[in-house]
């Protein structure tokens, strides 16, 4: 069953990184080994066209920036999914907590979803005994929704939005981009740091710093890239009548 996406500020929860909130604590810490990251780094290089030798200090510096950019571009997609839009879409109850038997528990994990319509979500829960407390759930998560049901499954229409709301949305969505690019800015300019630091130090050449920095700057217009992109549908969807 699909599990909660969680979800806050980019900058403060990447610390040295992102913002569009901060990033959750579970991305703080980097699974991969530093051998994953040296062959997925050298990958990013040949797709650019770079030489695939580095340095493994360098590719670590660059590794970790990508992954840190990764993150914030996913926290600036879960939080463009946050923001109301006319559309309905299961992406709405992603972080919606329901008192499952004395335990708040994720919706996504309670129940399936259907979008027949454009406006319109259908909810069935896996036990119907959960039915009046997935209602109420939504009922108090300031979705702007009045569910219903027919004792089988719960019916969610989502209301017009006024062209009031859409200019307050797509400023909102704005605001967030804005936010997740700067956390991209940051990610780049602490790992320039770092090479500039490993050439002063003489660990490194400064024709591989030359490079690093490069390559670096190549992966900062690709995720600020996407963060544009992000923001474009979501204008889109904000848009749409």
């Known amino acids: ?19 569009i909130h901060a990033l959750p604590p579970e991305f703080e810490t980097l699974a991969l080994s530093t051998h994953q990251g040296t062959q ?3 990958e990013t290089r040949r797709r650019n066209g770079a030489p695939k030798e580095h340095t493994p200090m360098i590719d670590e510096t660059l590794f970790e920036a990508e992954e840190k950019m990764e993150k914030a571009v996913e ?14 879409h299961p992406g709405m109850f992603q972080k919606l907590l329901v008192d499952y038997y004395g335990a708040p528990t994720p919706l996504q994990q309670l129940a399936s ?3 027949p319509e454009a406006r319109t979500i259908i909810i069935s829960p896996f ?3 959960s039915m009046h407390a997935i209602e109420k759930a939504i009922q108090q998560a300031d979705l702007g929704i009045n569910p219903s049901n027919d004792g089988n499954i719960i019916r969610c229409v989502m209301p017009q939005l006024t062209e009031e709301r859409r200019k307050e949305y797509i400023k909102m969505a704005r605001h967030e981009g804005e936010e997740a690019r700067v956390s991209i800015r940051n990610i780049r300019r602490h790992a320039k740091d770092a090479i500039e630091k490993l050439v002063k130090d003489g660990e490194v050449g400064e ?3 030359t490079r690093g920095e490069k390559e670096l700057e190549g992966l900062t217009k690709k995720f600020v890239e996407q963060i544009d992109e992000g923001l474009k549908l979501k204008e889109a969807e904000l848009l749409e009548v």
Not at 1 to 19: C, K, V, Y
Not at 75 to 88: C, D, L, N, Q
Request: aromatic share 4%; hydrophobic share 20%.
């Open 207 to 209: 024709d591989d710093g």
């Open 1 to 19: 069953m699909p599990s909660s996406a969680s979800g806050s500020g980019l900058s403060s929860r990447l610390g040295d990184g992102p913002g």
């Open 113 to 115: 979803f259907q979008n």
């Open 127 to 129: 036990d119907k005994g």
């Open 75 to 88: 926290v600036a997609k879960e939080r463009f999914s946050g923001i109301r839009t006319g559309r309905a």
């Open 40 to 42: 997925r780094t050298n």
